[in-house]
């Protein structure tokens, strides 16, 4: 019983990331498009987290 429990516990924690993923999918633009595009949102975003880290060590001082 507890199996079964662990089994439907794993397949709604997928189906619920699958649901929160960030990064969505075209079928209009090419392959090389989006990786592109996933490229450039993921860089952005560690942009914008070494920024935010960098003021919250000043902060800190």
């Known amino acids: 019983m507890d199996f079964l429990f662990l089994i439907v ?3 709604l924690l997928l189906f619920a990331m699958s649901k929160m993923s960030m990064i969505t999918y075209s079928k ?3 392959v090389l498009k989006e990786a592109k ?3 450039l949102s993921l860089s952005l975003r ?3 987290y070494r920024i935010f ?3 919250a ?3 800190r001082q």
């Open 9 to 11: 516990a794993i397949c």
């Open 28 to 30: 209009r633009n090419s």
């Open 37 to 39: 595009q996933n490229a």
């Open 46 to 48: 560690d942009d914008r």
């Open 53 to 55: 880290g960098n003021i």
């Open 57 to 59: 060590q000043l902060h």
